[in-house]
């Protein structure tokens, strides 16, 4: 157990369905990073909040909109998704952003399938 | 060609065994991070370096700064040892920017 949770484990759903992921920290955290994992390829970071401000967005397609309302939540909202979406998709936080403080605490991440 | 490099991809050892997984990076990094994936998914962070050498447990992480080089070594593995392993790389002060492996899939046999 991290400190770290997510909902649901698994999802899915069909390209015109809309449905949000959810992540939950209870380490008093300030950051909080959505990762995409596909098969076969290394962890993609896709966006960074610290404070509840987005501090960095990877080029993600817009079908996918992060939202955080506090530092212990953080969502992704998906829309109009493709196939190739599907994959596990990992929240984690960490103390901070600076590099002496962010190591991350991972939750066990969801797994989607996009029909 | 990916920023951080791992090898090998996939190692199978004797229970009892010395365990070294490599990984080289081209960017100029901040911090250094190992991390465990169990079969599930879940992913636990074993070491943040920027320098010399970490020990907790059975696991050591080295890193030289000058060569770009860091090993993860396990001492008298154990089959609960077996997951894939990931290096990463933190390559700004702000830790916006995380390069990752591919991963070591390290599997233990009794």
């Known amino acids: 157990e991290t400190g770290v949770t997510q909902t649901p484990r698994h999802l899915v759903m069909g390209m015109t369905n809309k449905k949000s992921l959810k992540c939950e920290q209870h380490?008093?955290?300030?950051?909080m990073y959505w990762y995409k994992q596909s098969a076969k390829k290394p962890l993609e970071l896709m966006f960074v909040?610290?404070?509840?401000?987005?501090?960095e967005n990877n080029s993600v397609p817009s079908r996918f909109s992060p939202e955080c309302p506090n530092s212990s939540h953080l969502f992704l909202h998906l829309h109009t998704l493709q196939p190739e979406d599907s994959a596990l998709y990992l929240c984690?936080?960490?103390?901070?952003?600076?590099?002496?403080?962010?190591?991350?605490?991972f939750g066990p991440g969801t797994r989607l399938t996009v029909l | 060609k990916n920023e951080v490099e791992q090898s090998p991809q996939n190692l199978t050892a004797q229970e009892g065994e010395f365990i070294t997984i490599n990984c080289s990076y081209s960017?100029?990094?901040?911090?250094l991070h190992w991390l465990q994936q169990h079969p599930g998914g879940g992913i636990v962070s074993l070491f943040m370096?920027?320098?010399g050498k970490k020990k907790h447990g059975r696991l050591i992480a080295t890193i030289n700064i000058q060569e770009k080089h860091s090993s993860l070594h396990i001492t008298a593995s154990h089959p609960r040892d077996s997951a894939v392993y990931i290096c990463?790389?933190?390559?700004?002060?702000?830790?916006?920017?995380?390069?990752f492996g591919t991963g070591t899939s390290l599997t233990v046999i009794p």
């Open positions: 984690a936080s960490s103390p901070g952003l600076h590099y002496s403080y962010n190591e991350q605490f």
């Open positions: 380490l008093g955290h300030n950051a």
């Open positions: 909040y610290n404070f509840k401000e987005q501090t």
């Open positions: 960017v100029g990094i901040s911090a």
């Open positions: 370096l920027s320098s």
């Open positions: 990463a790389a933190s390559v700004s002060n702000t830790g916006n920017q995380f390069y």
